[in-house]
């Protein structure tokens, strides 16, 4: 708290507008490479949680396009991650009735991970899971031990569902005039963005599940 309060007045009334809308549109670039990171580990609840920040600042700023679209697709990762779940659960369940042979099993959680990977526009992976259903059940007919089909790996399914993350944004012209500024002020701003840890006040990465420094959740 005590080094927000310090920076804060350290910037004071001397900025102009134009210095100020610079820093903000850094900061929420810096916010948006976060979110880059974030989702190169396939970490669409973390993608999400930083768009939803953006939103959050967009909004504040007079931006109302640009903030309903950050708001869009910070759903769209949302439900991503929510699917993502639910396959890995599935494939859990799946790999679990392998080893017991149950291989009825197998051929249904992985039909259900087919309509999954369909309902998020991933065809390849939807088929994949399809055919090796088939195998499964042509396996359960057969009742053989030996021979089995592979059981399918996860391992490339996230990268074929990921979406595009824009590395920067650039604050319209109109937005900073229309509204001298953000509301919040630039040190909350960064809170509200997650690059300044709200509970000690560090530097901080939106893409981080804990505050380095003092080891509160972000
Ligand atoms: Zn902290």
């Known amino acids: 708290m005590e080094k927000i309060q310090l920076t804060k007045s350290k910037v004071g009334k001397a900025k102009t507008m134009d210095a100020e809308k610079k820093e903000l549109q850094e900061a929420i670039n810096r916010a948006l490479k ?8 396939n970490d669409f609840e973390k993608v999400a949680d930083i768009y939803y920040r953006i939103a959050y600042m967009m909004n504040d700023l007079g931006d109302l396009e640009t903030a309903r679209k950050f708001s869009e697709a910070a759903k769209q ?9 639910e396959i890995n659960n599935l494939m859990a369940v799946a790999d679990a009735a392998y080893q017991n042979h149950d291989y009825i099993s197998v051929a249904e959680n992985y039909l259900k991970i ?7 526009g991933d065809k390849s992976t939807s088929q994949r899971f399809k055919t090796e259903a088939e195998k499964f059940l042509e396996m359960a007919k057969l009742q053989l031990k030996t021979g089995a089909p592979k059981i ?9 569902i990921q979406s595009q993350v824009p590395s920067s944004i650039q604050l319209q012209p109109g937005v900073a005039r229309g509204k001298s ?3 919040l002020g630039y040190d909350e701003a960064l809170v509200a ?26």
Request: charged share 25%; proline share 3%; with cysteine.
């Open 34 to 41: 976060a979110a880059n990171r974030a989702l190169k580990k």
């Open 77 to 85: 990762f949302k439900e991503k991650n929510r699917i993502l779940n």
């Open 193 to 218: 963005l997650g690059l300044i840890c709200r509970h000690c006040g560090k530097d901080i990465d939106p893409d981080l599940k804990k505050c380095p420094n003092c080891g509160n959740l972000i």
């Open 114 to 120: 087919s309509s999954l990977a369909e309902i998020f």
């Open 181 to 183: 500024k953000s509301s």
């Open 152 to 160: 399918t790996s996860m391992s490339n399914f996230a990268s074929s």
